[in-house]
């Protein structure tokens, strides 16, 4: 963290994602959430700083939910809140934080929405569970809800229910000062620009810059990407680095 | 672990992916890497286990990478490896296993073979620091190579790259007996089958059944994937799915 970033760190609101699932980790379902939640994040003004996948292991869950909500201002958890028994999400969240959990009356009228008392079953039911204390996510799609519990968020894993309750949660969220962030083709290689641009970042240490080659119709290319909370110190960096390209170009 | 699999933990070996890279975080670049080596490690008898996401702070990435190493058999690392100031994956790892880190001769002759004397600047000779006693993995695309030190593999962020790499590792890896595993589309809605499949489940505790959600065609459906190391109990438990299956379609 920088100095300037040490200033304002009242104004920094960080988070972690916890995707829980082992149809992620062996490969058969790809992740379609992490980056969605980041780019959410980050518009709203929220620093998404790790990211964890883990199987469908009770020990396994609660041991990164007590990890990464005593670091971070927010957990978000996707996955693991269905009818059946590879279900146990709930289960881990309420293990966690050492509450008790059981049918909430609240979850089981949403369930009552869109289920018969006949299709609410026992499997169904589970998805009533919610730890003692927890307050509900609305689920628009499909009722059943997610829930928060401290600032841990626990959505579905299934990518547009999960998109429906965050954007459920997303306005109730403290919010930071927004990260800005300016980007330039370089139409160099990144090889060619990597010692001027380390003298940059150097000497705008308020600023992060960040270098991402590619390869483009005509050969390789370069993004560059400078980061910061402060405009006016982005401008200066970025004025810099377009010095900098224009004058590698000659 | 089922008393199944801990009877043939000898034959079992495992992962985790550590993924370094703030533009991941920022939502900036989606990640390609994570499912493409989850695909890959499950096809050749490797358990992925946890993966990690963490931002270009030396600090996150040694504490991440001291914490995986420790734990599993392999660990893999994508992104940091290359010619700018931000790419810092190389250092941390030295710092990671208390080594020193200096320009190796071989990663140097790698590089003489794409790039000439004068284009190899301080920029492109930072891709030649080597952690003391890795060997390199050498990459077909680009030259820049990756290198491995004790069970931590280190690679390219850039899929083409990584998956050049990955392919280079794959054959000198230690292996496990496979995970197999068998998929029924049930027909029926998860919540109205998530009792019966509980209790095979619980009847078979040597195979793990998963229970996948998803909307066709013709509405709620609910993909069944059945995993085990041992071919005659996963064919056991999925016979038992199969008829659980016909039974409440009746």
């Known amino acids: 963290m920088s100095a300037n ?27 379609k959430n992490i980056g969605y939640i980041a780019d959410y994040l980050t518009a709203i003004g929220i620093d998404l700083s790790e990211v964890r996948i883990v199987p469908d292991v009770t020990e396994e869950i609660v041991a990164a939910l007590n990890a990464l909500r005593a670091r971070y201002t927010y957990v978000f958890t996707t996955g693991g809140i269905g009818p059946t028994h590879d279900d146990i999400t709930a289960d881990a969240v309420a293990a966690a934080f050492g509450v008790t959990i059981d049918h909430d009356p609240r979850a089981v009228a949403m369930l009552s929405e869109r289920f018969s008392p006949a299709e609410l079953n026992e499997a169904r ?44 949660v997303g306005p109730t969220l403290r919010t930071g000062r927004k990260m800005l962030s300016d980007t330039i083709r370089a139409g160099l290689r990144e ?28 050969g390789p290319d370069t993004n560059i990407v400078v980061r910061s909370r402060d405009a006016e110190k982005l401008t200066a960096a970025m004025a810099a680095v377009k010095a900098m390209v224009a004058s590698e170009k000659q």
Do not use: C
Request: proline share 6%.
């Open 125 to 168: 039911m589970r998805m009533a569970r919610i730890p003692a204390g927890a307050e509900l996510i609305a689920n628009a799609i499909s009722k059943a809800p997610g829930f928060h519990l401290g600032n841990v968020y626990v959505m579905a894993g299934v990518p547009a229910i999960m998109q429906a309750m965050l954007d459920v």
């Open 5 to 31: 970033e040490a200033s304002s760190s009242a104004t920094i609101v960080t988070a972690a994602i916890l995707v829980i699932g082992d149809e992620i980790l062996s490969g058969r379902t790809k992740d």
């Open 191 to 218: 090889g060619d620009i990597g010692g001027p641009l380390a003298a940059i970042a150097q000497a705008h240490p308020a600023v992060s810059i960040g270098s991402y080659p590619f390869w483009s119709d005509t």
